[in-house]
């Protein structure tokens, strides 16, 4: 029996769900634990290097590590790029959507006339970011909850629209018919990509993920990955990537705002799909394009 570790929310579970069913077909016998991400849970615990922690896997590297669970499924991009001590990457799904899309409460007229006022909603700081650099006379309001109650909210509430990953409303089929989908917008790193991770030590259930992992999905991820680790950035860095196979060779495009939207590094290259320093060397160069003073105004903001 393989225990899977998931959250509870709806997404979560799809994406869990997706995993037993694979492992099945591989004729593995996979159950679904479910893990509480609660604020009684010991955060002090030395798990991480640097001090990098997920929001949204803290719990579930916990319960791996106890040997409570014996693989977590997350959505890749809220994964740190530092893991905890212990926890490997075991499988990266093939990728769905990375793009983000507008969900507006009424028309989308607004989004023609740059001098309007509107009011957005997103908790994510790259989204705020790249929308205020496009749209600078809008407003940003947090947007939080799962993604039934951000959709809810955004009927509720007083908002033109509020953004939200294609991918997560796609797989639990809750994409409204009026979403526009953001092409000029680039994801978060990693972003519609499906990681599965398990202990080190078990080779075990490491071997058992081995023929669910997409090598195309696996090595652009981890080229967006390599990209924001070396720019030190985390969930409230407005930082972007994406990579895309072009026949032989790769096109990756990245960028990094400030907190306001009002400063904007971006980077494109065409790197060799053998290039395993590539998400390294080109964050490198975007910090001599002024990125690194976009970092030193966002830290010194914190």
Not at 168 to 184: K, Q, S, V
Not at 209 to 229: G, H, M, Q, S, V
Not at 284 to 289: D, H, K, N, P, S
Request: glycine share 6%; proline share 4%.
């Amino acid at each position: 029996m393989i225990r899977i570790g998931t959250r509870d929310s709806q997404l979560a579970v799809w994406q869990a769900n997706k995993v037993k069913q694979l492992l099945e077909v591989q004729g593995h016998r996979p159950e679904l634990v479910f893990v509480k991400s609660e604020g009684d849970i010991d955060l002090q615990t030395p798990l991480y290097e640097l001090g990098v922690q997920g929001i949204f896997t803290k719990a579930l590297d916990i319960a791996l590590l106890n040997k409570e669970i014996d693989m977590a499924v997350h959505s890749m991009k809220d994964v740190p790029t530092v893991p905890a001590k212990g926890i490997v990457q075991a499988a990266v799904l093939p990728r769905a959507s990375y793009k983000d899309i507008l969900v507006p409460k009424n028309g989308i007229a607004f989004l023609d006339d740059h001098h309007s006022s509107a009011v957005i909603a997103t908790s994510s700081t790259r989204r705020r970011a790249q929308w205020l650099n496009k749209y600078p006379n809008h407003r940003i309001e947090n947007l939080r909850g799962n993604v039934n109650t951000r959709l809810r909210k955004v009927k509720e509430d007083n908002w033109d629209g509020a953004i939200f990953a294609a991918a997560g409303l796609e797989r639990i089929e809750l994409r409204p018919g009026n979403a526009i989908e953001l092409d000029w917008m680039l994801p978060a790193p990693a972003q519609g990509a499906i990681m599965i991770v398990c202990r080190e030590e078990d080779k075990q259930v490491f071997d058992a993920c081995n023929p669910l992992n997409d090598i195309t999905t696996a090595l652009c991820t981890k080229i967006e990955r390599d990209f924001l680790r070396a720019l030190l950035g985390g969930c409230t860095t407005p930082i972007s990537a994406l990579a895309e196979i072009a026949g032989e060779t790769i096109n990756f495009r990245g960028n990094i705002l400030s907190l306001d939207g009002k400063k904007k590094a971006a980077i494109s290259k065409t790197i060799q799909k053998n290039d395993v320093d590539a998400g390294k060397t080109i964050a490198e160069e975007l910090l001599r394009m002024g990125g690194k003073e976009i970092l030193e105004t966002i830290r010194n903001a914190k």
